[in-house]
């Protein structure tokens, strides 16, 4: 079943015809700014309309990532109209706008906001040359493979055209005949309160530019680099980039300013915890593989790839397992569970190998409760399900994984873990579920390590989770009288409560995987924000651990706008909490809360729209799309802004000027990078008129530069070549230009799949972790190695196990987190055999000798 979210961003026309139409777009432009785990984006869409287009309703739809918030939204047409969004209680936005259209006025009303897509009817749009769209939300971002790994990753969607594309053919949009045309463009930048590792995508070309350390006096240091994608086509896949930074994996807790200074202040709490967790005792897992059509090619191969280190990652003992195969039927290789052991893993195997995409539509709902139906209710179980997730029912598959946990005793919980694959996975489902079922979720598309998370979710289904967590905020709560009802509702209700946590309570937490809370914290005289918050949680069964994190402030300066983005993160998820807990007897409180949230923070929901009237402002110079650079001016700007990387200097603005670029920089001005936080690519401000002040030599049409006095009554502009000797340009460029090829172009990552050998290397390990003696053995790791030293007194079985971990260590060193877990299976076997020290001599002994 397809999902109902878009292809592609698009506006959609009637024109009077039997079917709607969409407008042609042009180009894209996405600028992110991240901050630790989130980050606030601005994505603009212009859209060619010609002369003759329908004057009638027009609908603008964007798809969006799973879990953004929806902070801003503006219109600009080429006449100049500026529409700009506020967010107001739905009824009374959807008069206003109604009002608007009637009075002829261009007019915009958000439809909805809902299953990761963005919809707003627009109206009174006057016939023009285009129509340009900007979007701003905010969102978190995902887990990677490591810990200390952040992923943004934008959908494909958001960023191709399946429904037309169309040449720029007005001067602003045309490029030179010798030149494609840039159809998208991506800035990013990037803070964190720690040293930057990395930043690479797995999924596109970027340009990183060189890391930065900002440091002031009484301070912590602070660091931050820029990212930047362009290309003469759209997106083809979804848009990765992954940050790998010291600090990620360490519990933070970062708190922003109210700027309107109500004294409520926003606080965002992340915590990875690195405790080691005890496996369970025992536990059933039931194994859930989406063979539905839109499976086919590499996802099924990648399924089939991944259910074999499931199936030979499972503990050898207290174990049962099943598998089910679903689309839009289900399927069990089994009636129930059976006990792991070598019998039935084979058959489990044997089963796997066989598998194919033929199953129809996705039908997950059927497979989650044929599968849950089927468990045992005397011993935990872990329900893993890897799909693609393309099911537009995500509703009733959540409320069912809800149900069934909560019915699900206190000794034999029920808990749902989901692997996405596939570059079109529904984030919203696979999500949904393992929040319902008090899980983990990874998500891996095609260019991405799938078996790396394969290990990272098993070990969270054999661990037991963190419970009974609590955070205490530093502030004293007031003492609220007893409520009979929903205590949680009652705190969360009270825009006078002192502290409103969300979630108010905290679910299933395991080790390495990230999990974050926010709270809005009034302040006052007598309440101030403490130095540091305290969490206390416990292992089911198990000991108690406490940990304290320090309040670091931060300023985020928007990416498009001026948004708060902890302030807008926190009200999305109070918003969404209060809704979940939406009752009848507190339909009506809660609704009024919704809406004052709504508007105070600029927040869309179920009870509040964005309204964009034009107020016939005219269009400002950044707004207008610029002309693309000649070839020998972008690179005359590619020498500038790398030489200043180098040296230090502030990366220049420029404004257009006809065909011109004219560089705007103060000289002597300390203030270009406030709060070490304002860098990233070179920013553009395009005039639509030539200004007759800056000084300036453009090589393609002087032959000789301005050489008159600069101005006193404003900052003196310079261009590069007033910078630079002219003799000196083309050894700068090819220097600079060496630098940045080496340095700044981050290609996509390769992929980082498990060797074959290692592939079938795991396919002849023995159940209980154990490798035996064979012929397709010595094939892999080498008939040398299989062969035992006279003077080694021990079994040829724990001899070959030694070699095969030798041969798994040499050919796994991309792979950590998966040898790490095949390698305690075992040890857990070999702690029946022998000692581990002299297991491991062993393992040296052979080293040498594996192929």
Excluded at 419 to 437: F, R, Y
Excluded at 748 to 765: R, S, T
Excluded at 792 to 805: C, K, M, N, R, Y
Aim: hydrophobic letters at 40%; glycine letters at 6%; a negative charge.
């Amino acid at each position: 079943m397809a999902r109902t979210t878009p292809n592609s961003a698009t506006i959609i026309y009637s024109d009077h015809l039997p079917w709607p139409d969409h407008l042609p777009i042009t180009n894209i432009k996405l600028e992110a700014l991240i901050v630790d785990v989130s980050a606030e984006i601005t994505v603009t869409h212009t859209f060619q309309r010609g002369r003759f287009t329908h004057m009638g309703p027009h609908i603008y739809i964007c798809p969006l990532p799973t879990g953004a918030t929806v902070c801003g939204f503006e219109m600009i047409q080429s006449d100049g109209t500026i529409s700009t969004g506020v967010v107001k209680e739905r009824q009374l936005a959807a008069a206003e706008h109604e009002a608007a259209v009637k009075e002829g006025k261009s007019s915009g009303l958000v439809e909805s906001v809902i299953r990761d897509q963005f919809s707003i009817k627009l109206g009174g749009i006057p016939p023009s040359d285009w129509v340009k769209t900007k979007l701003t939300f905010v969102i978190d971002l995902l887990d990677n493979d490591s810990p200390d790994e952040i992923r943004l990753q934008l959908p494909m969607a958001i960023g191709n055209a399946c429904y037309g594309y169309a040449t720029p053919s007005e001067p602003y949009l045309r490029q030179r005949p010798d030149e494609p045309n840039n159809r998208i463009h991506i800035d990013i930048r990037i803070q964190t309160g720690g040293e930057i590792l990395e930043v690479r995508s797995p999924t596109h070309s970027i340009i990183v530019a060189p890391f930065t350390t900002h440091e002031a006096e009484g301070e912590e240091p602070r660091f931050s680099t820029a990212a930047t994608f362009v290309d003469h086509s759209f997106l083809t896949s979804d848009f990765v980039v992954v940050i790998r930074a010291l600090g990620l994996d360490a519990p933070r807790c970062f708190f922003e300013n109210d700027p309107e200074d109500k004294g409520v202040a926003a606080l965002q709490m992340t915590l990875v915890p690195s405790t080691q967790s005890p496996l369970m005792p025992k536990q059933e897992y039931l194994i859930l593989v989406d063979r539905s059509g839109s499976m086919k090619g590499d996802r099924i191969r990648m399924a089939r790839r991944t259910l074999a280190i499931l199936l030979h990652s499972l503990p050898a003992t207290g174990t049962l397992f099943n598998v089910f195969s679903f689309g839009s039927w289900c399927a069990s290789l089994w009636d129930r569970s059976r006990e792991y052991n070598g019998e039935s893993l084979k058959e489990a195997v044997l089963h796997m190998e066989t598998m194919d995409a033929r199953f129809g539509g996705t039908e997950i709902q059927n497979a989650l409760r044929h599968s849950i139906l089927s468990r045992s209710v005397d011993m935990p179980t872990a329900v893993i399900v890897l799909t693609d997730g393309e099911d537009s029912d995500v509703e009733p598959c959540v409320k069912l994984v809800s149900n069934e946990v909560a019915k699900a005793s206190a000794r034999s919980p029920l808990r749902v873990f989901t692997l996405g694959i596939g570059n079109t996975v529904s984030s919203e489902m696979v999500n949904g579920l393992a929040k319902a079922g008090n899980g983990a979720c990874l998500i891996a598309s095609g260019s991405e390590d799938i078996v790396k998370k394969c290990a990272l979710l098993m070990r969270a289904a054999k661990s037991a989770s963190l419970s009974d967590m609590s955070i205490d905020w530093g502030i004293k709560a007031i003492q609220n009288k007893p409520r009979a009802i929903l205590p949680n509702v009652d705190l969360l209700l009270d825009p006078e409560s002192r502290i409103r946590q969300t979630p108010s309570h905290i679910g299933a937490v395991y080790p390495g995987v990230r999990f974050v809370v926010f709270a809005l914290v009034r302040l006052d005289k007598m309440n101030k924000l403490p130095e540091k918050v305290t969490i206390t949680s416990r292992f089911l069964g198990g000991q108690e651990v406490q940990t304290s994190v320090p309040l670091c402030a931060v300023n985020l300066p928007g990416a498009g706008g001026n948004v708060r983005s902890i302030h807008t993160l926190a009200t999305r998820r109070l918003i969404a909490e209060l809704l979940d807990g939406e009752i009848h007897s507190r339909c009506h409180a809660i609704r009024q809360e919704v809406i004052r949230l709504g508007t105070e923070y600029q927040v869309v929901s179920k009870y509040t729209s964005i309204v964009a009237i034009s107020a016939g402002e005219a269009v400002h110079d950044q707004d207008v799309p610029p002309e693309p650079l000649s070839t020998v001016q972008s690179a005359l700007q590619r020498v500038q802004d790398a030489l200043c990387c180098i040296t230090g200097d502030p990366v220049p603005r420029r404004r257009r000027n006809g065909l011109r670029t004219v560089v705007d920089m103060e000289i002597g001005d300390e203030s270009q990078s406030e709060g070490g936080y304002d860098i990233g690519p070179p920013s553009y401000e395009e005039a639509s008129a030539p200004e007759p002040t800056p000084e300036y030599f453009d090589p393609l049409t002087s032959a000789h530069p301005n050489t008159s006095a600069p101005s006193n009554n404003g900052p003196t502009r310079l261009t590069i070549l007033q910078r630079m000797e002219m003799h000196k340009i083309a050894e700068s460029y090819e220097t600079v230009g060496r630098f940045v090829e080496e340095y700044s172009v981050a290609p996509p990552a390769p992929l980082k799949m498990i060797p074959d050998g290692v592939l079938e290397l795991v396919k002849l390990q023995a159940f209980d972790g154990s490798f035996t003696p064979s012929e397709e053995l010595g094939n892999i790791i080498g008939k040398k190695a299989m062969k035992k030293p006279f003077f080694v007194a021990t079994s040829d079985q724990l001899w070959v196990t030694a070699a095969a971990v030798a041969y798994l260590e040499k050919h796994m060193t991309d792979h950590p987190e998966l040898l790490q877990e095949i390698r305690e299976k075992v040890l857990t076997w070999v702690s029946t055999q022998t000692k581990a020290e002299k297991f491991e001599s062993f393992v040296d002994q052979v080293r040498l000798s594996v192929k």
